[in-house]
């Protein structure tokens, strides 16, 4: 038998020690399995399944108030409408002369809709009697402490439901009572009854929830089915008397919840084994196979490398400590840098530093230079201000402040060399560059904005105008009418009293031929003479004829305001654009008359989808722009211009076109006269707004086009494209 050398003892001593390593290695990796999955099991079953349970109770509670917020929208959108309903002088006249304005108010209920659902109308007086009613309404007429409620100002709306039928579909009715004021006072009440179907509720129910409204103790309408045993919960709306109920099946929670904690146990079961078999394959690589021999090789050399390498380890660790320092300020600030960058240019935002010392910009970001149209180049050798000297509105006070704390935030209009305008906000804030202060500042362009409150402020007031225009126009028709009708009533019986001074005339003749009555003659000549008969009896046909061309004038602008003036709907509707034009001619005649003679060539024209209100304000501004340039033209000589208006028909596109023998634009003018705040009137004459709105509604709100052509000293022609 052959005896072992040292070598090969050797060998097996580190084998023995590399298994013994081996088996402890694999025993603390089990241990740590074992110990972390009861940790994790105890952790999801204990804390976050119940947490889950919480949850999930908490989501439904929180879906049954956003359910309930959505019926409240629901109900709250027609009492809205109903109001607005309640305004219209329709109704303001049917509850102040029932008698004589209940066919108009029958007419126009019957036409009524509720956001395109089915809805019945009742309009009652002050004292509750109805002066329109539905036969199928009749018996649910708004009464008692409700009804006194409502035209005593003590409450603004009234809603509840009543009940047609005992069941079916059809049978609970919403009952929305608001009140018809006359100069700020309830003179009468009108009601919609809504039927309750199921899109009242805000979603539709399904196998794990049911959803119901309540009133008085009981379902009205019920959506939905659940699992017994359920969690039921409630909410009342702010309609008293009204409210919801959700159900949720409670086996469907516990399942839910159940599953959910299964699905993180299995994953923690995945991971934690992955990770165990992963710590194994490596520590097995790294740790047990060089282990042993490492230990022996380590022995021999840990005193010789222990005493070389101490004070190397030191100034390692202090090289390492400062390089890593150094490098994460370093990627800090790049990020913060970058962040910052990245931020202004995500939201238009242009920004440049300013040296307080020199003047000069030292930093920017690209969209300064295309905002404020700079070369490059010319930042080294010209200061913030001489970079935009000379050119209007004071830029170069507001891009080049003097210090950071000079208003740090102020609203301006920025002139570009081209002639293009913007406004702009600019915010300065105070910059630390090398160890001194500069100054920092940040440009947002704001058309947008600007735009948005400009079109807000103007329909504010076109409304207001709008509103009061068609009440004038309104009032004046009254009057307008007696005096026509007074008018036709003296011109007939002048008829009839021109007749009887005939015969009276002819009795006179046969008088005078007969020598009779000589005394009575003598004082009927007498009389006519001092009256001037014979001018009343020729003149008075012709008053008359002229009274009534007046009135039917006053009746044509009447109408042509109230048709101009009416207010438009959020929606595009079907527009005559002919007739559109008709209105804005007759409104706008004071603009023109003195100046200009109109023209018109009208193709007929199908009802093209528009917001009226919008395209009224263009042809508006179109109209009266085309006049003062007339006026500039002609000025006090007492010549008249001409204002040529056409329409034509396309294919696919309307074309208005407006043309003027004004003084014309001039070349240099023609690309910036739709940009905000351009005029070239005189101060205080003009905004520069309305033909940037006009170019607003054509192009963004309706997809058409607006061009000009014109000639400076033979006039401008706008052409308007909109599609149908």
């Known amino acids: ?143 008692g402490q409700d009804f006194t409620d409502l035209v005593e100002q003590k409450k603004r709306f009234m809603v509840d439901i009543v009940m047609f039928a005992k069941s079916g579909p059809g049978s609970s009715f919403w009952r929305l009572s608001v009140p018809v004021n006359y100069n700020g006072l309830p003179e009468g009440v009108l009601t919609a009854y809504i039927p309750v179907s199921k899109e009242a509720l805000p979603i539709a129910g399904n196998e794990m ?93 840990e005193q010789e490398v222990e005493k070389q390498t101490a004070d190397l380890k ?86 080049c402040p003097e210090n950071a704390d000079q208003d740090p935030f102020v609203e301006g209009v920025i002139h570009g060399k081209d002639g293009h305008t913007f406004p702009i906000a600019r915010h300065l804030v105070s910059v630390e560059v090398g160890g001194r202060k500069h100054i920092g500042v940040i440009l947002f362009d704001i058309t947008e904005r600007k735009n948005l409150e400009r079109r807000l402020s103007i329909a504010q007031k076109l409304e207001s105008i709008g509103e009061l225009a068609s009440g004038i126009a309104h009032e004046i028709n009254t009057p307008v009418q007696y005096i026509g009708d007074s008018v036709h009533f003296v011109q007939e019986a002048f008829e009839d009293v021109a007749a009887v001074m005939e015969t009276k005339d002819e009795l006179v003749r046969q008088c005078r031929d007969e020598g009779s009555h000589g005394d009575l003659l003598k004082t009927i000549e007498e009389t006519s003479d001092d009256a001037d008969l014979e001018f009343v009896m020729r003149e008075l046909p012709k008053a008359c004829a002229r009274a009534l061309d007046g009135t039917d004038r006053v009746a044509t602008i009447v109408r042509a305001m109230k048709q101009f003036s009416h207010p438009g709907s959020e929606g595009k509707t079907a527009v005559d654009l002919n007739q559109s034009l008709e209105n804005t001619i007759t409104v706008a005649k004071n603009e023109w008359k003195y100046v200009a003679e109109i023209e018109t060539d009208f193709e007929p024209l199908p009802p093209v989808p528009c917001l009226a209100g919008d395209i009224n304000q263009v042809f508006l501004n179109i109209l009266v722009n085309a006049a003062h340039a007339i006026e500039d033209v002609v000025g006090n000589s007492g010549e008249k211009g001409t204002i040529r208006i056409s329409t034509r028909n396309g294919a696919r596109f309307v074309t208005i076109s407006i043309s003027d023998t004004g003084c014309g634009i001039a070349p240099e003018n023609r690309d910036k006269i739709f940009d905000p705040f351009f005029t070239t009137k005189d101060v205080g004459k003009g905004t520069g707004q309305g033909l940037a709105i006009a170019h607003d509604i054509i192009v963004e709100r309706h997809g058409g086009s607006i061009d000009v052509r014109s000639k400076p000293g033979e006039g401008s022609t706008f052409i308007i494209s909109l599609p149908y």
């Open 1 to 143: 038998m052959k005896s072992s050398s040292p070598a090969d003892q050797t060998e097996r001593q580190l084998e023995d020690k590399g298994m013994s390593f081996a088996k402890l290695f694999n025993l603390l990796l089990l241990g740590f399995l074992a110990i972390q999955v009861t940790i994790g099991v105890i952790i999801i079953v204990r804390f976050i399944g119940g947490e889950m349970k919480r949850m999930q109770l908490e989501s439904v509670k929180v879906q049954l108030e956003g359910r309930e917020h959505a019926l409240e929208n629901y109900l709250n959108d027609r009492l809205a409408l109903l109001e607005d309903y309640a305004k219209l002088p329709v109704f303001v006249a049917g509850v102040m002369n029932p008698f004589a304005q209940r066919a108009d108010v029958v007419d126009f209920i019957d036409a009524l809709t509720m956001l395109k659902e089915e809805a019945y109308f009742c309009l009652q007086d002050y004292d509750g009697n109805p002066i329109y009613s539905d036969a199928k309404t009749a018996i649910y007429l708004l009464k």
């Open 209 to 301: 929830t049911r959803l119901s409204i309540i009133t008085d103790g009981g379902s009205i309408i019920s959506h939905g089915s659940v699992q017994e045993p359920a969690l039921t919960l409630r909410v009342k709306t702010r309609f008293p008397g009204i409210e919801l109920r959700q159900s949720v099946s409670r086996q469907v929670i516990e399942k839910r919840v159940e599953y959910l904690v299964s699905i993180l146990i299995i994953a923690l079961i995945i991971g934690t084994v992955t990770l165990s078999a992963v710590i194994q394959l490596v520590g097995r690589q790294i740790l047990i196979v060089p282990h042993a021999k490492l230990q022996a090789i380590s022995k021999a050399l």
């Open 314 to 399: 030191m100034r390692t660790a202090q090289l390492s400590v400062e390089n890593r320092e150094r490098r994460e300020a370093e990627a800090a600030a790049q990020e913060a840098e970058q962040l910052v960058t990245t931020l202004l240019e995500g939201i238009g935002a242009a920004f440049f530093i300013i040296d307080p010392d020199t003047g000069h910009i030292i930093n920017h970001n690209d969209r300064a230079l295309s905002m404020l149209n700079i070369v490059p180049g010319k930042l080294a050798w010209d200061s913030c201000r001489e970079l935009f000297e000379g050119l209007p509105g004071g830029m170069p006070d507001l891009l």
